[in-house]
C-alpha cells in the first residue's frame, strides 16, 4: 500500500490502476470512482478493521476495454505495472507507471476513429497582451504538431471550436474563460501550471524537442511558445520511462484560411447532421471518395481550414483537373491505395515505443506500396505533383531492417 500511495501522489489527479498480479487494483477514492463509472464490484480491503480501504479490480486482459470506458466519461489514467517478474523479486515487486492515457493522448487503434483526428489543445494568453493567445495542437495517434496565435479571445474559443479537441490545457487562471463554450461538451478543459513549473526555460525546452529549427513567427511570440511547451510536456506525461520522439512544428498562419467556428460548422452540417448528431447526412459523407483512413482525415482538414489564397487554391484544382483528366493513373493510384495501412499511426505508434510485431509488418507493407505510387507520380510528369516523388523514396535499408526484426 505504501508502494500504490508513492505512485498515486506522483499522478493525483488520474485514476490508477494498479497492476497486483492478474488484475489492475484501484484503492480509495479511486475505486469508488471506478466502480460508479464501470459498474464494478466495491468491496474492500482488510474488511474486518476498523477504517477499511475501498478496493476495485479488473483482470489486466480487460484493460483495453475499461481503459476506453474511463476515457469515454473524461476520465485521465495512469498505469502502474509490475517491472519485474515476482519470481524473482526480493520483497515486494517493482512497480512503476508505464503510460498516463487521457482522452487527448490515444494510441491505441482500438480506441481511435480511423478518420477523425483525436487532438490535445494548449492555449496560453499573453502576459502583456491579455487579448493575445498562444494556441497549439497536437495529436499523438500521427505527431502533427501545429501551433498558432490569434487576437482575441473569441478567436481562441473559435480555433478550439473548429479543431474540436478531446482535451484543452489552460492555465488555472484562465481555465474558466477557456472551457466557458464547451460546458456540457465531451470537452475535457484542465489546469496546465504544474506543468509550466515543470518545463524551466520555455524557448530551450521547445527548442530541444522540437525536430527541426523552430518556425520563426513562433520564436517571437512567448505566449506561443508556452502553449507549445504545455503540448510537448503534456506528451512527454503519456510514457514516462520512455524517452518521446520530437515534434515537428508547424505554424498555423492566422488568416491564411476562412475561419470557421464550431457554430458554423455545426450549421453548415459539415461533419454531422444538426439533429441526429450523425455522419450520414453530412457534407463529408456525401463528398467523401477517399479509400485510406489518411486520406479521410486530410479531407476533414482540409473542410475545417478552407484555403482563401488565390494561389494555393489553384494549385489544388489544378491537382484535380490532372486527376480528372487521367483516369487510368488515377484509378490505378486508387487501386495501390486501397491496400494502403494507416501508415501515419503506425510510424508514430512505433516512434513511442508501443508498437506490436504485427504493426511492424504491416508498416513495412505498407512502405512497400509507395514505389508503386511513386510510379503513378512519376507518370503524371505535371507541375502540380512537384516534391512529392521525393515523399514516396523509402529507402530499401529501412525495410530490410523492418523485415530482420520480424525474423528475430
Known amino acids: 500500500m505504501r508502494q500504490y500511495l508513492d505512485q498515486k501522489a506522483l499522478y493525483p489527479d488520474a485514476i490508477l490502476l494498479f497492476r497486483v498480479g492478474d488484475f489492475y487494483e484501484m484503492f480509495y477514492e479511486d475505486a469508488q470512482i471506478a466502480a460508479e463509472a464501470l459498474g464494478l464490484q466495491l468491496t474492500s480491503r482488510d474488511k474486518n478493521r476498523e477504517n477499511p480501504v475501498p478496493l476495485a479490480?479488473?483482470?489486466?486482459?480487460?484493460?483495453?476495454?475499461?481503459?476506453?470506458?474511463?476515457?469515454?466519461?473524461?476520465?485521465k489514467v495512469a498505469v502502474c505495472?509490475?517491472?519485474?517478474?515476482?519470481?524473482?523479486?526480493?520483497?515486494?515487486?517493482?512497480?512503476?507507471?508505464?503510460?498516463?492515457?487521457?482522452?487527448?493522448?490515444?494510441?491505441?487503434e482500438d480506441q481511435l476513429?480511423?478518420?477523425?483526428?483525436?487532438?490535445?489543445?494548449?492555449?496560453?494568453?499573453?502576459?502583456?497582451?491579455?487579448d493575445l493567445w498562444g494556441l497549439a495542437f497536437t495529436d499523438i495517434s500521427t505527431g502533427e504538431f501545429r501551433v498558432s496565435a490569434v487576437h482575441a479571445t473569441s478567436a481562441m474559443h473559435s480555433e478550439i471550436g473548429r479543431v474540436a479537441p478531446r482535451e484543452v490545457l489552460a492555465p488555472e487562471a484562465v481555465r474558466g474563460i477557456v472551457a466557458e463554450p464547451f460546458s456540457g461538451t465531451r470537452v475535457l478543459v484542465e489546469a496546465c501550471d504544474d506543468l509550466l513549473c515543470q518545463i524551466g526555460d520555455?524557448?530551450?525546452?521547445?527548442?530541444?524537442?522540437?525536430l527541426a529549427p523552430l518556425p520563426p513567427e513562433l520564436v517571437g511570440l512567448p505566449c506561443a511558445?508556452?502553449?507549445?511547451?504545455?503540448?510537448?510536456?503534456?506528451?512527454?506525461?503519456?510514457?514516462?520511462?520512455?524517452?518521446?520522439?520530437?515534434?515537428?512544428?508547424v505554424w498555423t498562419i492566422p488568416g491564411a484560411h476562412m475561419t470557421l467556428d464550431a457554430t458554423t460548422i455545426g450549421n453548415l452540417e459539415l461533419f454531422e447532421t444538426l439533429r441526429e448528431k450523425k455522419r450520414d447526412g453530412a457534407l463529408v459523407q456525401v463528398i467523401d471518395r477517399t479509400v485510406t483512413a489518411m486520406g479521410g482525415r486530410l479531407l476533414r482538414s482540409w473542410m475545417m481550414y478552407p484555403l482563401l489564397e488565390v494561389g494555393p487554391i489553384r494549385r489544388r484544382q489544378d491537382a484535380v483537373g490532372l486527376l480528372h483528366d487521367r483516369a487510368d493513373l488515377r484509378e490505378a493510384a486508387r487501386m495501390v491505395l486501397r491496400q494502403m495501412p494507416d501508415l501515419e499511426r503506425l510510424v508514430s505508434r512505433a516512434a513511442h515505443q508501443v508498437a506490436t510485431p504485427r504493426d511492424l509488418g504491416t508498416l513495412r507493407r505498407g512502405l512497400g506500396l509507395l514505389p508503386l505510387l511513386l510510379e503513378v507520380e512519376l507518370a503524371l510528369g505535371s507541375a502540380v505533383t512537384d516534391g512529392i516523388p521525393e515523399l514516396l523514396r523509402v529507402g530499401d535499408d529501412l525495410c530490410e531492417d523492418l523485415l530482420a526484426g520480424l525474423r528475430q
Not at 483482470?59 to 476520465?75: C, N, V
Not at 505495472?81 to 494510441?107: F, H, N, S, Y
Not at 520555455?202 to 522540437?210: D, G, M, N, Q, R
Request: proline share 10%; glycine share 6%.
Open 57 to 75: 479490480g479488473v483482470p489486466y486482459h480487460a484493460l483495453k476495454t475499461y481503459l476506453s470506458r474511463l476515457l469515454d466519461q473524461g476520465f
Open 81 to 108: 505495472e509490475q517491472l519485474e517478474d515476482p519470481k524473482d523479486a526480493k520483497g515486494v515487486v517493482r512497480r512503476g507507471v508505464t503510460q498516463v492515457v487521457t482522452p487527448g493522448l490515444i494510441l491505441d
Open 113 to 130: 476513429d480511423a478518420r477523425i483526428a483525436n487532438y490535445l489543445a494548449a492555449t496560453v494568453p499573453d502576459d502583456e497582451q491579455p
Open 202 to 210: 520555455v524557448p530551450e525546452f521547445v527548442s530541444t524537442h522540437a
Open 225 to 249: 511558445m508556452k502553449a507549445a511547451a504545455v503540448a510537448m510536456a503534456m506528451l512527454h506525461r503519456a510514457r514516462p520511462a520512455e524517452t518521446p520522439p520530437p515534434v515537428r512544428v
